[in-house]
């Protein structure tokens, strides 16, 4: 199976900052690399696929790059509404796994 | 508008079964592989079976490779998972997700979830 490694597991910023989440895959995954945020008693939200298509009806201060193993997902002038948690999502061969997870919270 | 609705989550005893629908609208059904995905309590995801647009082909984690039957029925536009021999690990909420590209198998994108079911094993 692919092990996929979020950095930092919890991250706390102010609204305005600039952030940046990593993502590692144990072996190359070309860009076969989705990025979900969740909130609270919901459901995901598809933010990025293909490691850098922003989904439709994302904000444009959402991106994403990388490929291979290492990917990041960066958030520019965060938005309240942007405090949730963050999974990337390997779908380059099943088992689908995804990282552990990155809580961003406010500062 | 794009809908998933889970049903049939619930309490049920370690070794018991349950049957999960997710009832679809809003989309050409049957052109979209779809798939499971669960969260245990306060734990991350985890993926746990897909199956094609047609039904014929599915995959599924090992760790309900077994136990667990996902299935669909595109007459009625609803999704199923039969869970078997249940055990105190598979307690979580259940998503159903649709895959964003119509006619992919493989490699899925999932643009649309529901709201979830909990399925809480416990004696």
């Known amino acids: 199976d692919i092990q996929m490694t979020q950095s930092p597991s919890s991250l706390s910023a102010s609204v305005g900052d600039r952030v940046t989440i990593t993502c590692r895959a144990s072996?190359?995954?070309?860009?076969?690399l989705n990025w979900y945020q969740q909130k609270p008693g919901k459901a995901p939200k598809l933010l990025i696929y293909?490691?850098?298509s922003l989904q439709n009806g994302v904000p444009s201060r959402f991106s994403g790059s990388g490929s291979g193993t290492d990917f990041t997902l960066t958030i520019t002038s965060l938005q309240p509404e942007d405090f949730a948690t963050y999974y990337c999502?390997?779908?380059?061969?099943?088992?689908?796994?995804f990282g552990q997870g990155t809580k961003l919270e406010i500062k | 508008e794009v809908q998933l609705l889970e049903s049939g989550g619930g309490l049920v005893q370690p070794g018991g079964s349950l049957r999960l629908s997710c009832a679809a609208s809003?989309?050409?059904?049957?052109?979209?592989?779809m798939s499971w995905v669960r969260q245990a309590p306060g734990k991350g995801l985890e993926w746990v079976s897909a199956?094609?647009?047609?039904?014929?082909?599915?995959y599924y984690a090992d760790s309900v490779k077994g136990r667990f039957t996902v299935s669909r029925d595109n007459s009625k536009n609803t999704l199923y998972l039969q869970m078997n021999s249940l055990r105190a690990e598979d307690t979580a909420v259940y998503y159903c997700?649709?895959?964003?590209?119509?006619?992919?198998?493989?490699?899925?994108?999932?643009?649309?979830w529901g709201q979830g079911t909990l399925v809480t094993v416990s004696s």
């Open positions: 293909t490691a850098s």
């Open positions: 199956i094609s647009g047609s039904g014929g082909s599915t």
């Open positions: 809003g989309f050409t059904f049957s052109s979209y592989a």
């Open positions: 072996q190359t995954i070309s860009s076969y």
């Open positions: 999502q390997q779908n380059y061969n099943t088992p689908y796994t």
């Open positions: 997700a649709k895959d964003l590209i119509a006619g992919l198998w493989g490699s899925p994108r999932w643009g649309y």
